[in-house]
């Protein structure tokens, strides 16, 4: 069973400009989370996908960032217009739905590096 | 605000010894206590979780310890071997909810010294 993907592994661009992360879940995955992590802090919680509908999009940290799960496959992730402070490690999760519980194990992908010069 | 509080920030241990690393919780709703091994280049990978009921949870030679009352756990690693380095991040959710969002610590980063 392939893992959860995430491309690319490392970006490097500008400030001001546009930068899409992807991921693909674990096949038969209805959760979708995007955390992030800053150097040295905590992995911060960005938002939550059940399926294609956004169910937490409370740590989004403005309205630069814009998440999308079409057809509850993939995910992206686009930061428009990149800022210095959007560096960093950005990794998305998924997990199994039993329910109305989400008790699945959280299977993390290897995390797509974004430096913002 | 910080939820979850974790320490130390780096631990070096020789090989055999015992590494522990602690972890605080503000909100009382939490009822799942993960913790997550990452190895460099790699993402986070479940390693051992506990929930409220129980005070010590133990596989192999990892073993969480509980304390409601106080709110903290830890994570106890017996035998430390120089495989076991990596940075190990804590973790605290409330299941069953809308969203069971994990909320990390701060990562503790572990060398273990052959």
């Known amino acids: 069973e392939a893992g959860v993907t995430q491309f690319p592994s490392h970006s490097v661009i500008e400030k001001g400009q546009t930068v899409t992360l992807r991921c693909d879940p674990i096949?038969?995955?209805?959760?979708l989370y995007w955390y992030r992590r800053v150097m040295g802090k905590e992995i911060k919680f960005l938002l939550h996908?059940?399926?294609?509908?956004?169910?937490?999009e409370s740590g989004m940290p403005n309205n630069r960032f814009l998440a999308e799960r079409t057809g509850g496959t993939y995910s992206t992730l686009k930061v428009q217009p990149a800022e210095l402070e959007d560096s960093g490690v950005y990794f998305c999760?998924?997990?199994?739905?039993?329910?109305?519980?989400?008790?699945?194990?959280?299977?993390f992908g290897e995390g797509s590096r974004l430096t913002v010069l | 605000q910080q939820q979850v509080k974790q320490s130390p920030q780096s631990l070096i241990v020789q090989k055999g010894g015992i590494s522990i690393i602690n972890c605080a919780y503000e909100?009382?709703?939490?009822?799942?206590f993960p913790w997550y091994q990452q190895f460099p280049g790699k993402g986070p990978a479940l390693l051992i979780a506990?929930?409220?009921?129980?005070s010590e949870k133990k596989e192999g030679r990892f073993t969480i310890s509980f304390n409601k009352s106080a709110k903290q756990f830890s994570l106890h690693i017996m035998d430390s071997q120089p495989g076991d380095s990596a940075t190990y991040f804590c973790?605290?959710?409330?299941?069953?909810?809308?969203?069971?969002?994990?909320?990390f610590g701060t990562g503790t980063l572990l060398a273990v010294q052959p």
């Open positions: 996908f059940v399926k294609e509908s956004k169910q937490d």
């Open positions: 506990i929930r409220p009921d129980v």
């Open positions: 909100n009382t709703a939490f009822d799942y």
């Open positions: 973790a605290a959710s409330r299941q069953g909810g809308a969203t069971n969002k994990l909320i």
């Open positions: 096949s038969g995955h209805d959760n």
């Open positions: 999760a998924s997990s199994r739905r039993w329910g109305l519980l989400n008790t699945g194990e959280l299977f």
